[in-house]
């Protein structure tokens, strides 16, 4: 049986961007609250009974977090521009190595119904 693990976390950060739409409040600095999170797939190991330990799939993830809670997106190297499409390559990079189950990458933000999802591998 396939089985995902995943883990939530979320961070605040400021960025601006350049759109067609709504130009001049999206270039101007601001801050949004994002949530993300990550899914290994894969079959529990028969001793330890888990597809991966997810206290350190969390420590993974802290030291991504570390680099984009409380940053200006703009700043932050190797991300792009700070979309959601972006945060999600970015989160996954961070995690290079570290599982060949790494499913998805999700990035979203609560205030407003934006999601994006990175699929790293087939969908189930
Ligand atoms: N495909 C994408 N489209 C957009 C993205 C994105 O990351 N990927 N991002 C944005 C901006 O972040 C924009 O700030 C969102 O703006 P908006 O929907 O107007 O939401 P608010 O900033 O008004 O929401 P608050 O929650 O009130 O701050 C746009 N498109
Ligand atoms: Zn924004």
Request: charged share 25%.
């Amino acid at each position: 049986m396939m089985y995902e693990v995943s883990q939530r976390f979320y961070f605040d950060a400021a960025h601006t961007l350049n759109r067609e739409i709504e130009t001049a409040g999206s270039r101007r600095i601001h801050g949004h609250t994002y949530w993300a999170e990550v899914a290994v797939r894969g079959i529990p190991e028969p001793v330890t009974g888990m597809v991966v330990d997810s206290g350190l799939l969390k420590a993974r993830l802290h030291e991504v977090r570390d680099r984009l809670d409380h940053h200006l997106l703009d700043e932050v190297p190797d991300l792009g521009p700070a979309t959601l499409e972006n945060l999600c390559a970015f989160i996954a990079r961070g995690l290079d190595g570290f599982h060949p189950g790494l499913a998805t990458v999700k990035v979203w933000r609560e205030a407003n119904g934006d999601s994006c999802t990175l699929h790293l591998l087939p969908k189930l």
